[in-house]
T-cell receptor
């Protein structure tokens, strides 16, 4: 069975400190993976995607993620958090067979001033 | 303006009534999706469609039905068999596998 697990439901950081949002997937093959962000009362926005090219993927707003096949992980990082990063973040696995997109449960990021 | 339109934004229904949520896209995407979002549970897949006249059940299809008679439209019916229908519903579309999905603004359904 293919699935995606976000290891933290809530993460709290201080402004200017690094952000780490963890995501693990299970799949019988190397899937495509995405990170989406949802700001309060706003729609979902794509942050970045991995589709079997470079394992380190850079996205918008200074975010990046590294695909590690040996660890079945796709953690999202940012060197320095900004207040505007406060939002809910979703890791998504693209089940290539059948065109199915499966979302993780989400991680709410809080940024303290 | 290209995008995905969900209507209405808010919907209220009495228990026991069926209700249909609209989703229209003018992006010429082949694949379309319906998700349900509940706090702490992320987005759960209800139904998806890869092409016109074809659709598959997602992880929580019970109590829901869909149709895909036109490429640009993928309406979702929440039937009276759905035990807990009050939720936020999101529609999405994309070209194919490996491509970005685009989302509508959602419909918040409240059943009283």
């Amino acid at each position: 069975a293919q699935s995606v697990t976000q290891l933290d439901s809530h993460v709290s950081v201080s402004e200017g400190t690094p952000v780490l949002l963890r995501c693990n997937y299970s799949s019988s093959y190397s899937p495509s993976l995405f990170w989406y962000v949802q700001h309060p009362n706003k729609g979902l926005q794509l942050l970045l995607k991995y589709t079997s090219a470079a394992t380190l993927v850079k996205g918008i707003n200074g975010f990046e993620a590294e695909f590690k096949k040996s660890e079945t992980s796709f953690h999202l990082t940012k060197p320095s958090a900004h207040m505007s990063d406060a939002a809910e973040y979703f890791c998504v696995v693209d089940l290539l067979y059948g065109n199915k997109l499966v979302f993780g449960a989400g991680t709410i990021l809080r940024v303290k001033s | 303006d290209g995008g995905i339109t969900q209507s209405p934004k808010y919907l209220f229904r009495k228990e026991g009534q069926n209700v249909t949520l609209s989703c229209e896209q003018n992006l010429n995407h082949d694949a379309m999706y319906w998700y349900r979002q509940d706090p702490g549970q992320g987005l759960r897949l209800i139904y998806y469609s890869q092409i016109v006249n074809d659709f598959q059940k997602g992880d929580i299809a019970e109590g829901y039905s869909v149709s895909r008679e036109k490429k640009e439209s993928f309406p979702l019916t929440v039937t009276s068999a759905q035990k807990n229908p009050t939720a936020f519903y999101l529609c999405a579309s994309r070209w194919s596998v490996n491509t970005e999905a685009f989302f509508g603004q959602g419909t918040r359904l409240t059943v009283v």
